[in-house]
């Protein structure tokens, strides 16, 4: 058992901890629907891959990442060109066409694509050259988070603002959400493209029902993030059941929890 388990919990410190930062970004600059419509689009270029080809995992995750890249990017020109436009719903058009386009190639070429692992997502699947990945593009992601942390905070609140204070601003900014679209890309193996939404923004919402300050948000966010994963995998591991919706109910359970000792605590200093 230490055996197989002992991958899922080395690697539920980075990718708490990525979930944690990213979650409570999207959730500052209110665009948690970019990793749900990018999630379901990443059906697509394995789709493509296997159409050609490609079969191998690891070809097929670079194309993952590299087509998580183009998405981001497409979301920052939406984002420039339109800004006043509902950027939601353009890429929910993209979302659903990109998934469109994958059952297309399943059903219309007869390929045996199983799309199963990308659905649900498998933890034990992982081996150690996943779990490098996930802490080396951790520190990455942390590091540039940590470099520019006044400057996305700023430029969530007040993007003109932003740019006045700091040339550099709508840069940094994009930069931020192509290492989230990466972070997806990485992810979806792992957490699967039907959970990666909500297991990405609940850590931020029960941060943001204890703290009052963007630094302490975006910590809580993480410390919760971390030991909801590794207790899932542990609690998962003790009663064989699969280990990201273990998580994800272990939220369910820990919000109202949280939610009600917040009254609690309020209440009683009133």
């Given at each position: 058992m230490i055996d197989v388990i002992y991958l899922p919990l080395i690697a539920s410190i980075p990718l708490g901890v990525l979930l944690g930062c990213f979650g409570m970004v999207s959730s500052w600059d209110k665009n948690t629907f970019f990793s749900h419509a990018l999630s379901h689009s990443m059906l697509l270029p394995p789709s493509i891959g296997v159409l050609i080809g490609i079969t191998s995992i690891g070809y097929i995750s670079i194309g993952n990442i590299l087509f998580s890249i183009l998405f981001s990017i497409l979301f920052t020109l939406i984002s420039q060109i339109r800004p006043n436009e509902n950027k939601q719903n353009a890429?929910?058009?993209?979302?659903?066409?990109?998934?469109?386009?994958?059952?297309?190639?399943s059903f219309h070429f007869q390929k045996n694509i199983d799309m199963s692992l990308l659905v649900s997502g498998d933890m034990l699947l992982m081996d150690e050259i996943d779990v490098v990945v996930l802490y080396l593009f951790s520190f990455v992601s942390v590091g540039f988070l940590i470099l520019n942390w006044k400057t996305i905070v700023l430029y969530v609140l007040n993007p003109e603002l932003a740019i006045l204070r700091h040339k550099h601003a709508n840069r940094i900014a994009n930069l931020a959400l192509v290492l989230q679209g990466v972070f997806v890309a990485i992810a979806v193996k792992i957490v699967g493209i039907l959970l990666i939404s909500a297991i990405n923004i609940m850590p931020a919402i029960?941060?943001?029902?204890?703290?009052k300050h963007p630094v302490e948000s975006i910590i809580l966010s993480c410390l919760i993030s971390v030991l909801v994963m590794v207790a899932g995998v542990l609690i998962a591991f003790a009663i064989n059941l699969p280990i990201v919706p273990t998580i994800i109910v272990l939220y369910v359970v820990i919000l109202p929890i949280s939610m009600l000792a917040k009254l609690t605590l309020i209440s009683k200093y009133k």
């Open positions: 890429l929910m058009v993209v979302s659903f066409a990109c998934l469109a386009g994958a059952l297309i190639i029960i941060a943001r029902i204890f703290s």
